[in-house]
Structures are given as C-alpha cells and as structure tokens.
C-alpha cells in the first residue's frame, strides 16, 4: 500500500485557509485520490476539548510553555488516532494547521524558538512531516479586519495583541525561507479566484514532483 500524502495548511489569522483547505480536497479528489481532511488543535473527540481551552479566552493567559505542551498532547491524539492511520491507509491527509503552527505562534509568537518544538515534534510524531505545507500569508490588519467582517467573536489568539501576530507571521515567512523544499507561500491578499488558481498551480507542481 502507498502511503497517502500529508499536506498542511496554514498562516496567520483571517488568512483564508478553511477555503483553500476545501480547494486542495476538490482537486484531489479530482484526481482519484482518497482524502481525509481534519484540524488542529483538535481532530478527535478529546483533541476538540483541548482546542475549546486553548481557544477559550475565558482561559485567560497561559504559561507559554503550557500552551505548547498542549497543543502537542491534542496533536498526539490527532496523530495517532486519525492522521497515521488514514497515511498508512493509502489516503492523503489535508489538515488545517500542524507542527509549523507551534513553530509560528508559541515558538516565533510567544518566544519559545525553536528548540522546545522540535523536541515535542521529535516525541510526539518522530518521522512524521508534511510533504507540503501551504502557508496563506496576509499582512496582520488585513487578517484581523477579515475577522471582524465575518462578524464572530475573536478567540483567544485572535485577541492577542498584534505584536504578538506580526511574530507569528515573520516566523511563518522564516520557516518557508529555510525550508522551500517543503513550504509555498501564497499571497492570500489577492481576490479569492488568484488565491484559489495559486493554491491549484502549488498543488500542481508537488503532485509533479512526488509522481
Ligand atoms: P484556527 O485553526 O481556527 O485558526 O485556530 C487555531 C488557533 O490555534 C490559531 O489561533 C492558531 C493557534 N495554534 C497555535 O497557537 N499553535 C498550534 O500548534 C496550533 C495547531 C494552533
């Protein structure tokens, strides 16, 4: 059995991953292949009651490192229970944010670095890295208004202050630049129709390549 292909998505706030992600499934799908698509924190029953907390702003500020370990103990359930499985099982995974958004937001954000995650990412998922990670890049204002315009209630990342999202994203643009193997950035503040042509021309090309 081929093992699947792990495609992640990811970026700042506002960015426009929940379209993409649905934009990678439709051509895959296209193609034949099996999908399964999930998210993080969260993806399982127990991962979705990390992510409440995490996301809660009734939770208030949590030690940075706390934060981290939790985002990996909800990734461990989603590793194990859905995405290895399904990998194993020949289909790809699409998931809505992975191991590069604790490298962003506590390792770049919170001013963890990198160190600490690769550490987790060594324990908690050893072998396991996206074959490619789209990262939906859009100036923290643009994001945050998109936010507001959607009219829902920020969350407790969301409501952090923008310094805070200006680290997350040059850590996001860092990481692509050291590792453009594996990274496309996409300029999300273009119209939906050029995202949605950029985000096909970048899955186009790893298809080429893994083929
Ligand atoms: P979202 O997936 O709806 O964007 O919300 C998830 C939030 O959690 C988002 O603000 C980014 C944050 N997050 C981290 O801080 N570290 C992580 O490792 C992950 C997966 C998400």
Redesign the pocket.
Known sequence: MTRGRFITLEGG?GAG?TTALAIVREELERRGRRVRTT???GGTPAAEKI?AL??DPDTGALDPMT??LL??A??RENVTDAILPALEGGDDVIC????E??H???GG?RGLGTAPVDALSELVHPGLEPDLVLVLDVPVDVGLARIRARGDAP????SDRSEFLERVRAAYLERAANHPDRFVVIDATRSPDEVADAVRAALRRALDRWS
Not at 96 to 99: E, G, I, N, Q
Not at 155 to 158: I, K, L, Q, S
């Open positions: 706030e991953k998210r993080e924190p992510r995490l996301l934060e981290l985002m990996f909800a990734r809505d944010r992975f191991t958004a604790s962003a937001y506590q954000g969350d407790r990342f969301e």
